[in-house]
T-cell receptor
Framework: SQELEQSPQSLIVQEGKNLTINCTSSKTLYGLYWYKQKYGEGLIFLMMLQKGGEEKSHEKITAKLDEKKQQSSLHITASQPSHAGIYLCGADLANSGYALNFGKGTSLLVTP | NAGVTQTPKFQVLKTGQSMTLQCAQDMNHEYMSWYRQDPGMGLRLIHYSVGAGITDQGEVPNGYNVSRSTTEDFPLRLLSAAPSQTSVYFC?????????????FGSGTRLTVV
């Protein structure tokens, strides 16, 4: 079974609309990473959340970590075509310090 | 430019052929790892290394070998390519500990085995 579940799997939104992507873990979170992947390219680091209740923002993207629920949400305000891509959450579920488990990703398309 | 460099970007192999995917980083990161990304499966860990001379298996190691003779390089070898190894491969690196700045990923190698 997938240890990091992302929802939704895909999303089509109109430019200017807000959207939220969720990432839920079946194990204790020792930190949660959000990455963006443009189609056919590598992963770009967005932000990392380490503590419960922590919230970080990067331009119009905000992420929060709910440690009790073992869940993180990524919120995009006033979406733009440049936000299109695949959003991946990753976590070091084994607390190993050397590698991440990843969710399957959320594909985002922003239409004019 | 500092970062993780992967070569080649694209490769087509015939079943049974062998090849090496190269990965190099210039950030003096201790930790390096290889992932494969398949549609509907997300990224899965193949092998990882916590330092020169130290490697270990991840979630899907079968059919792959790695070695780490230097801090900078972490090549991934396909011993006898199979169509099931058609995938996009990513190399990543990080410093020891909790990388608040994230794991740094290469741009990927798209491999097709026919």
């Amino acid at each position: 079974s997938q240890e990091l579940e992302q929802s939704p799997q895909s999303l089509i939104v109109q430019e200017g609309k807000n959207l939220t992507i969720n990432c839920t873990s079946s194990k204790t979170l020792y930190g949660l990473y959000w990455y963006k992947q443009k189609y056919g390219e590598g992963l770009i680091f967005l932000m990392m959340l380490q503590k419960g209740g922590e919230e970080k923002s990067h331009e119009k993207i905000t992420a929060k970590l709910d440690e009790k629920k073992q869940q993180s949400s990524l919120h995009i305000t006033a979406s733009q075509p440049s936000h299109a891509g695949i959003y991946l959450c990753g976590a070091d579920l084994a607390n190993s310090g050397y590698a991440l488990n990843f969710g399957k990703g959320t594909s985002l398309l922003v239409t004019p | 430019n500092a970062g993780v460099t992967q070569t080649p970007k694209f490769q087509v192999l015939k079943t049974g052929q062998s090849m090496t995917l190269q990965c190099a980083q210039d950030m003096n990161h201790e930790y390096m790892s290889w992932y494969r990304q398949d549609p509907g499966m997300g990224l899965r860990l193949i092998h990882y290394s916590v330092g020169a001379g130290i490697t270990d298996q991840g979630e899907v190691p079968n059919g792959y070998n790695v070695s780490r003779s230097t801090t900078e390089d972490f090549p991934l070898r396909l011993l006898s390519a199979a169509p099931s190894q058609t995938s996009v491969y990513f190399c990543a690196s990080s410093y020891k500990g909790v990388p608040l700045g994230g794991y740094t990923f290469g741009s990927g190698t798209r491999l097709t085995v026919v």
